[in-house]
C-alpha cells in the first residue's frame, strides 16, 4: 500500500516501487501494479537503448554516453521553457512553474530536438570519424569522456542542484484507478504516456526503415558500409543521420522523464545503465530488441526492487542480463553475426 | 665517461634495477620538489594510493591492454579483495602478509566467474557484462544483510551496513599513522608485482595474450587454447586487483561499500589511468596511475583560481578535466606515454634498430568485415 502511495504522489517519486512484501500474502494486484509501472518507465529505457542500437547499428560504437547525452538535452528542454516563459534559467534557484501548457511544452522540446540533431551529426563528424580505425577501447572511452565533459559542462553552466522539472499539463491530471480502493491498480496519465510515446515513436522508426528510401539506405549501411558505400551511399552523412536520431530519441526520452527523475547531473545515470543493459538485452542490433529489452528490464527492475528491496535490484537485472547472454551471445533478438578473417 | 657508456651500463640487467628501485626508494624526499606535495603525512599517503592504483593498473593493463578484454568491472574486483583482506585483518586476525596473498587468491577466484561470461562474449556484450558485475558487487556487499553480518563490527551493524573497520597496517615495528613507513611495505608488494608482471609480458603466456588481442581467429588457428587463455587472463588481472585492494584496505582503515572507490567510476578512472600509460606497456601503468595520482590537488588550484577570479568555483569541475584529459589522449596521443616516451627513444636512440618493446596494436583493416 505504501508503495501505491509513494507511486501516486507527485512529489519525488522513486524510479520503482520501494516497498518491500515480506511476510506479506503474495497479491496479483501489487504484482500487476509493479509490471505495469515496469512496463511504463521501461519505455524511457527503451527510447534510450533504441538510441544506443541505431549508433551501434549504423556506425558499430557503442555510445557509453547516451545518459549523459539524454541529461544534457533535458537541461536545453528546461532552459528553453525558461527562455519561452522569460525567466532566467541559469539561477540557482529558477521558479519555473510546477505545470506548462502546450506551447511552452512543445517549443521546449522542439528546441531541445534540433540541439539533439546538430549535438549528434557534430559528434559523429568530429568525434568520432577519426576514430574510425582506432580500436574498440578507445571509441569506447572516446564516448566515456564526452560523457565526463557533458556531465562536468552541465554542472557548470546550470549548478549541480536539484531542480525540479515542469509537468505537462495534459498528463498531469488524476490517475486512472482500475478496481475498488483496496485491490485497485493505479496508472497515471504520465505511465501511460510514457508507454504512448514509445510505442509510436517505435512504429514511426519502423516506418522510416521500412519505407523511407534513407531508412533503406541506413539498412543497407547497416549490413555492409562497404558495399554501400560501392552503391553509391554517402556513409558519412547517414552515420551523422543516425547519431541525430538517436539522440532525438534520448532527448524525448529526458522531457518526458524529466518530472519523475528531477533534473540534476547525475539523473540520467542509473536510467543510461538501465538503458544500455536494455539494448545488450535485445540483441544490440535490433530495434525491436531495444523496445522489448527495456519494456523487460523495466519490468524484473520493478518487480525485483519490490520483492527483494532496493538494495539487490541492480544486481537482479544484470544477473538475468548475464544468464541470458551466456545462453544467447547475440541477446534476445539479435543476429548471429559470422566474422570472416 | 662518454654519454653512450653511461646508457648501456645504466641499460645492464642488474644496474638497471639497482636504479630501479634506488628511484623508487628515494621517490618520497624526490616529490617534495612538486609544488602541492610537501614532506608530509597528506604526500605519503598519496604516494600509497598511487602504488595502490598502479598495481591495479599493472593487472588492468595485462588484461585489456595485452590479452583485449575490456572490463569495467575492475573497480568490483579491486572491493572483492579490500573485503577479503579487511576481512581477515580486522575479524580473524591473521598476519598482513598472509592476508596480502589470501585477498589475492580469493579475488583470482572472483576474477574467473567475472572471466566465464568473457568465453562467449566479445566487445559491447563483454562490457556490459563486466559493468554489472560493477554494479552488482558493491549492492551485494551494502544491500544484503546477511553477507553484511560475515564482516561488519556486530555493534556497528545497525548504523552502518556494508563498512568495515580495518586497523591499518605497517611494517612491523611502526607506527599505524606512519604513511611513509607504509610506503616502502606497499612498494615491497609493488615491486613483486612489478617484476611478475614484465615477466608474463614476456612469457608464452604472454604472447598468447597478444595474439588473442590482434586476432582470435588467428590466435585460434596457431594453437592457442582460446578460452584458457581469456580466463587465464581475467584471473592474473583479478589477483593484481586482489593484492591492490588487501593494500588500499590498510591504507584507509575504514571500508565503504557504497563509496566511489569502488563504483563504476572506479573502473572508467582505472581504464583513464591506462589509457593515459599505453596500453599494454607495463611501465605506462605505473605512469598514467601517476598522473592520476599528481592531478587532483592541481585541479582544486585551478577550480581556486576560478573561483579567486569569478567568485563562484565550479561544480564537478574535475570531471571536465577529466574528460577532456581522456580525449586528448584518444586523440592525440593513442599510445599514451609511454608510446610518446618510445618514439623520443627511437629519435634518439644510438640503435634505432631496437623498436618498441612491446608490439603495436595492429592497423585496422580497410575490408569490410561483415
Known amino acids: 500500500m505504501t508503495a501505491l502511495a509513494i507511486w501516486a504522489t507527485t512529489t519525488q517519486p522513486p524510479l ?96 531541445s530536438l534540433v540541439v539533439a540533431a546538430l549535438m549528434g551529426m557534430a559528434i559523429e563528424k568530429f568525434m568520432l570519424r577519426p576514430l574510425a580505425r582506432s580500436s574498440v577501447l578507445s571509441q569506447v572511452l572516446a564516448t566515456i569522456g564526452a560523457g565526463t565533459l557533458l556531465y562536468g559542462l552541465v554542472s557548470w553552466i546550470w549548478k549541480a542542484e536539484i531542480r525540479p522539472f515542469p509537468r505537462f499539463e495534459a498528463v498531469a491530471g488524476r490517475p486512472v484507478q482500475l478496481g475498488t480502493p483496496p485491490d485497485s491498480i493505479i496508472i497515471t496519465l504520465e505511465a501511460i504516456n510514457f508507454l504512448v510515446v514509445g510505442l509510436i515513436l517505435s512504429f514511426l522508426l519502423y516506418l522510416f526503415f521500412r519505407f523511407t528510401m534513407v531508412g533503406t539506405a541506413l539498412r543497407a549501411m547497416a549490413q555492409n558500409a562497404f558495399a554501400a558505400r560501392l552503391m553509391g551511399i554517402n ?42 543493459a536494455a539494448a545488450v538485452l535485445g540483441g544490440m542490433t535490433s530495434l525491436p530488441g531495444a523496445l522489448l529489452g527495456g519494456l523487460v528490464i523495466g519490468i524484473i527492475d520493478n518487480l525485483a526492487g519490490y520483492y527483494l528491496g532496493n538494495g539487490l535490484q541492480a544486481s537482479i537485472a544484470f544477473l538475468i542480463i548475464i544468464l541470458v547472454l551466456v545462453i544467447r551471445p547475440n541477446g534476445l533478438l539479435g543476429k548471429t553475426i559470422r566474422k570472416k578473417v | 665517461m662518454k654519454w653512450q657508456k653511461i646508457q648501456q651500463t645504466a641499460s645492464g640487467k642488474y644496474t638497471r634495477w639497482v636504479l630501479i628501485i634506488a628511484g623508487f626508494t628515494a621517490l618520497p624526499w624526490i616529490i617534495t620538489v612538486l609544488p602541492f606535495f610537501g614532506a608530509n603525512n597528506y604526500t605519503y599517503s598519496q604516494l600509497n594510493l598511487w602504488l595502490i592504483l598502479a598495481i591495479v593498473c599493472l593487472g588492468l593493463n595485462l588484461l585489456t591492454g595485452v590479452a583485449g578484454q575490456i572490463s569495467l568491472g575492475h573497480a568490483a574486483l579491486f572491493q572483492i579483495g579490500a573485503y577479503i583482506g579487511g576481512y581477515f585483518v580486522a575479524r580473524q586476525g591473521w598476519p598482513v602478509w598472509l592476508v596480502i596473498i589470501v585477498a589475492g587468491l580469493g579475488t583470482g577466484i572472483a576474477g574467473l566467474i567475472l572471466g566465464l561470461p568473457a568465453l562467449r562474449l566479445s566487445g559491447p556484450y563483454l562490457a556490459v557484462a563486466t559493468f554489472g558485475f560493477s554494479v552488482a558487487i558493491p549492492q551485494l556487499l ?37 604513511d611513509l613507513g607504509r610506503y616502502f611495505m606497499f612498494l615491497l608488494v609493488f615491486l613483486i608485482m612489478l617484476v611478475l608482471a614484465l615477466n608474463i609480458n614476456r612469457s608464452r603466456h604472454g604472447r598468447a595474450f597478444y595474439a588473442i588481442r590482434d586476432s582470435e581467429t588467428a590466435a585460434t588457428a596457431m594453437g592457442v587454447a582460446l578460452g584458457k587463455y581469456k580466463l587465464l587472463a581475467f584471473i592474473v588481472s583479478a589477483v593484481y586487483a586482489g593484492v591492490a585492494g588487501s593494500l588500499f584496505a590498510f591504507q584507509v582503515g575504514q571500508l565503504d561499500a557504497n563509496s566511489t572507490s569502488f563504483s563504476v567510476l572506479a573502473s572508467i578512472l582505472f581504464l583513464t589511468a591506462i589509457i593515459i600509460g599505453g596500453l599494454g606497456s607495463v ?67 644510438s640503435d634505432p634498430s631496437k623498436g618498441p618493446a612491446t608490439p603495436a596494436e595492429p592497423a585496422a583493416t580497410d575490408l569490410p568485415v561483415s
Open chain 1, 16 to 111: 520503482s516501487v520501494v516497498s518491500q512484501a515480506t511476510g506479506q500474502p503474495f497479491s496479483w494486484t501489487i504484482f500487476l501494479q509493479s509490471v505495469i509501472n515496469g512496463i511504463s518507465f521501461g519505455s524511457i529505457y527503451a527510447l534510450l537503448a533504441m538510441g544506443i542500437v541505431l549508433i551501434y547499428k549504423s556506425s558499430d560504437v557503442v555510445n557509453f554516453a547516451q545518459g549523459q547525452m539524454a541529461m544534457f538535452l533535458t537541461y536545453i528542454a528546461y532552459s528553453g521553457m525558461g527562455l519561452i516563459l522569460g525567466i532566467n534559467f541559469l539561477q540557482p534557484h529558477a521558479d519555473l512553474p510546477a505545470r506548462v501548457g502546450w506551447g511552452v511544452f512543445l517549443g521546449a522540446i522542439a528546441l
Open chain 1, 235 to 276: 556513409v558519412g552523412r547517414l552515420n551523422g543521420l543516425a547519431w541525430a536520431l538517436s539522440l532525438m530519441l534520448s532527448a524525448i526520452a529526458g522531457v518526458l522523464a524529466g518530472p519523475r527523475l528531477q533534473l540534476e547531473p547525475n539523473m540520467m545515470t542509473d536510467v543510461g545503465v538501465k538503458a544500455f
Open chain 2, 142 to 178: 551494502a544491500g544484503s544483510q546477511d553477507i553484511a553480518e560475515l564482516y561488519s563490527d556486530p555493534n556497528e551493524l545497525a548504523t552502518k551496513i556494508g563498512v568495515l573497520t580495518v586497523p591499518k597496517q605497517n611494517l612491523p615495528g611502526l607506527k599505524a599513522d606512519d
Open chain 2, 283 to 349: 611501465w605506462g601503468s605505473v605512469l598514467g596511475s601517476a598522473v592520476i595520482t599528481i592531478l587532483p590537488p592541481f585541479i582544486s588550484a585551478v577550480n581556486d583560481t576560478i573561483k579567486a577570479a569569478f567568485g563562484s568555483s565550479i561544480e564537478n569541475f574535475e570531471s571536465i578535466f577529466y574528460g577532456l584529459l581522456i580525449l586528448i589522449f584518444i586523440y592525440f596521443m593513442p599510445n599514451g606515454l609511454s608510446g610518446a616516451f618510445q618514439r623520443l627513444r627511437m629519435r634518439y636512440s
